[in-house]
């Protein structure tokens, strides 16, 4: 016992060494430390401060009294929202939106960066890319301004249906047609952008592997099966988990400025439904219990695929 006493007392070999290391890093690199204190203030004011305005989530809140003067009510508007005629439409919504702007939308700037890699003439190449990321600096009421031009009953989209002998109408009231115009949109206006990355870690595989692959006889195809995409699969799964954690956040923006009561069946999401409850009706607590289960959800969703990740595959974000 006693030869174990000072062992527990005193901080191990290693936490020193550590210590000892993260002082001479930080003493030969202090111009990069005084440049990340900017972005640690940044996440610290605008991110990890507010986490203490979720305990709302739990009080009946009013801005007379305060946070603290606000009475305690526990689950109860966690209660509220789950047995609310509201939950599993919200629900269903949001995560059908997700998966399909994770099914088509993800794999988007993928192709595209692939198809552009393919191409030689650079003059056509250029051309293309700043075509495809142009949308992405349209303000996204311009965006859903041209959205409901072209899909209005005298848009360019029922132009060319009538043009083909079928009928005019309004397609953002009809609500079977809503998540394929929002997630269509969506992947119109951020494939340019998204493919911004791929290109760059396209840069970064080494040209030797293609010289090998030509050597042994691989065509296009086949060099881009084995040798473009494995050296862009890590790329691939750490944004794929990070598109996993934020599968629930469908933007309230986009969906509050394109839908309407006749499409709320299939518009209406977690987000959109905590704008009118929390900022219409002034619901402060309800909305921000709805917004701390969404937030949950989200954190369980990137754990998990993280985990995942680095059990069936040696890439991930820890």
Not at 65 to 80: C, K, N, T, Y
Not at 81 to 86: D, H, S
Not at 152 to 165: R, W
Request: aromatic residues 16%; charged residues 15%.
């Amino acid at each position: 016992m006693n030869t174990m006493l000072p062992k527990s007392i005193q901080p191990s070999t290693r936490i020193k060494k550590s210590r000892a290391g993260l002082l001479r890093d930080i003493r030969s690199n202090k111009l990069l430390y005084v440049m990340l204190v900017p972005v640690l203030l940044y996440y610290v004011v605008f991110h990890y401060v507010p986490m203490y305005g979720a305990i709302i989530a739990f009080k009946d809140f009013s801005p007379r009294l305060g946070i603290w003067g606000s009475d305690w009510v526990g689950f109860e508007h966690f209660q509220a929202f789950f047995t609310g005629p509201y939950f599993w439409r919200t629900m269903k919504n949001t995560v059908l939106i997700s998966f399909y702007q994770l099914l088509f939308g993800f794999p988007a700037p993928i192709v595209l960066a692939l198809l552009l890699n393919e191409v030689k003439h650079a003059l056509f190449k250029r051309t293309v890319q700043t075509v495809t990321y142009m949308p992405h600096f349209i303000s996204l009421i311009v965006i859903c301004g041209i959205l409901k031009d072209f899909t209005s009953s005298e848009g360019v989209i029922n132009d060319i249906v009538a043009f083909f002998g079928g009928t005019r109408e309004t397609f953002l009231l009809d609500p079977s047609f809503f998540r394929t115009i929002y997630v269509s949109s969506g992947i119109w206006q951020n494939i340019g952008w998204g493919t911004i990355i791929f290109l760059a870690a396209l840069t970064g595989i080494d040209q030797e592997q293609y010289e090998a692959a030509r050597i042994d006889g691989a065509g296009r195809w086949k060099q881009m099966l084995n040798v473009t995409l494995p050296g862009l699969m890590p790329m691939i799964i750490i944004l794929l988990i990070l598109d996993i954690g934020r599968m629930m956040n469908v933007g309230f923006e986009k969906i509050i400025l394109l839908y309407n009561p006749g499409t709320y069946e299939t518009a209406d999401v977690i987000s959109s439904y905590v704008y009118r409850v929390g900022l219409q009706d002034f619901n402060y607590s309800f909305s921000s219990a709805v917004g701390l289960f969404n937030a949950a959800i989200n954190f369980a969703l990137l754990i998990s695929s993280n985990w995942l990740s680095r059990k069936f595959n040696e890439t991930s974000l820890w």
